[in-house]
């Protein structure tokens, strides 16, 4: 016997949206009974009942009346639910953002109320719908501007796909091989494909959607927290706010404070060669490497793009060489491995270090660390170059390092 097809298709529907809201309220239950947000996602399940309800005795009601209520209460329950989700998470959604996770539900709403009597007529409109769902995930594309590599982009990415490749057999076979007929075979599959299709694709879409807006609020987090978002170093802002308490406390000590500033080196050629994503593999191998070959005092940071600042308190002349050296020599001998890429990076390094006193200025201490990388760039890279404050206490250190140190101390 022939199937209902749109009986079929609106329970579906049903199915999904109480599963979703289900899910939502279960999902914010299990975090935490009490948050301020539970509230709003109860009364966003009572609207989809209502909307539900609606539906149901359309058939008793002038059409107009229950399909103008069942939408109303689809659309509160849809904002119900994003309120309810941006307080308990806290999270500072822009409107675009609540309105943009809350036109799936639409969308699925709209597939369902799409069902004049006309089959064909039912059948465009569903066209109509699928197509509205492209425009809507190429939305989404064009929002998510940032996050790119991360789970929540390529699942946006994969939902696009998905739904050009599904839009497909309508394109090639034309819309009037969806309405069903007496002697359906496939031709009653395709209506059904496309309707899961369409709704995978919006849950696949909505999810990484969301996925990007909670990276996007982790991110602010971190950034909150004085972390740079990459490499997970304190950010420069970080750095600036630390310096002050560190030359404060070396002066109270009267101990020397140790700098090194240091550049990877022709790091827009990978960049080029490599592509973006795995320069940021790079700079984030890089900060590995620099915490790895630190002391726990010492305080690390993401200067600027591929540039980063290490500052050594209680620092000899010893302790700055051999940690510049170290951290070169490391970054040198290992390979950072992206996809099916094998990619060796050096890096050069200014150092410097300073007996602080009153009135030293911090701006001066990274100026001369800076020339000293200037020079080690300008000298064949892939090498630790002193300051020559910095090789004058190397000269008068006794340490065996000082011995065979050289104003460039080259690296391998
Ligand atoms: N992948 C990636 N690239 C970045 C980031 N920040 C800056 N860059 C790139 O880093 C490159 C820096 O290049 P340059 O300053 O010309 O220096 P370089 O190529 O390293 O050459 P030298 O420093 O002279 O050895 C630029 O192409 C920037 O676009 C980042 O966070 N990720």
Redesign the pocket.
């Known amino acids: 016997m022939l199937l209902p097809v749109l009986d079929i298709y609106t329970a579906f529907g049903m199915v999904a949206l109480s599963a979703w809201t289900l899910l939502g309220v279960l999902w914010l239950l299990g975090r935490r009974f009490w948050a301020q947000g539970v509230p709003y996602v109860m009364a966003a399940a009572f609207c989809f009942g209502v909307a539900y309800w609606l539906f149901a005795i359309q058939k008793s009601l002038p059409p107009a009346w229950a399909m103008t209520g069942a939408h109303l209460c689809i659309s509160v329950a849809i904002a119900l639910l994003a309120i309810g989700y941006q307080r308990f998470r806290g999270q500072q959604w822009s409107l675009t953002d609540a309105i943009t996770l809350g036109l799936p539900l639409l969308l699925l709403f709209a597939g369902m109320v799409a069902a004049p009597s006309d089959m064909s007529l039912q059948v465009r409109l569903r066209g109509v719908l699928f197509i509205g769902q492209l425009l809507w995930q190429l939305h989404v594309l064009l929002r998510a501007t940032r996050g790119s590599a991360s789970l929540g982009w390529k699942l946006v990415v994969a939902g696009l796909l998905v739904q050009i490749l599904a839009l497909m057999p309508l394109v090639i076979y034309g819309e009037r091989q969806f309405v069903p007929a007496a002697n359906m075979g496939i031709k009653l599959l395709l209506p059904w494909m496309m309707s899961m299709v369409m709704f995978l694709n919006l849950q696949i879409t909505a999810y990484g959607y969301l996925r990007m807006l909670q990276d996007r609020q982790h991110e602010a987090e971190r950034k909150a927290a004085g972390l740079d978002g990459?490499t997970q170093l304190p950010s420069r802002r970080t750095l600036m706010e630390h310096v002050p308490t560190a030359m404060a406390l070396a002066e109270k000590e009267g101990s020397s404070l140790g700098l090194l500033v240091l550049?990877?080196?022709?790091?827009?050629?990978v960049?080029d060669r490599y592509g973006?994503v795995a320069?940021?593999a790079v700079?984030q191998h890089v900060a590995w490497v620099l915490r790895n070959q630190i002391r726990e005092q010492d305080f690390p940071a993401r200067y600027g793009?591929?540039e980063f600042v290490v500052l050594l308190p209680q620092a000899t002349s010893d302790i700055v060489y051999s940690t510049a050296q170290r951290i070169a020599h490391a970054v040198h001998a290992e390979v950072v491995a992206h996809d099916d890429e094998r990619i060796r990076v050096s890096v050069s390094l200014g150092a410097h270090l300073q007996k602080v006193h009153a009135g030293l200025c911090w701006e001066e201490m990274l100026a001369v660390a800076d020339a000293a990388l200037y020079e080690a760039?300008n000298t064949g890279?892939d090498r630790v170059v002193l300051s020559a404050a910095a090789r004058a206490q190397v000269m008068a250190s006794p340490s065996p390092a000082a011995g065979t140190t050289s104003q460039q101390c080259r690296n391998g």
Not at 263 to 269: L, P
């Open positions: 990459l550049d990877i080196d022709h790091f827009k050629k960049n973006h320069g940021d700079i793009g591929e760039k890279r």
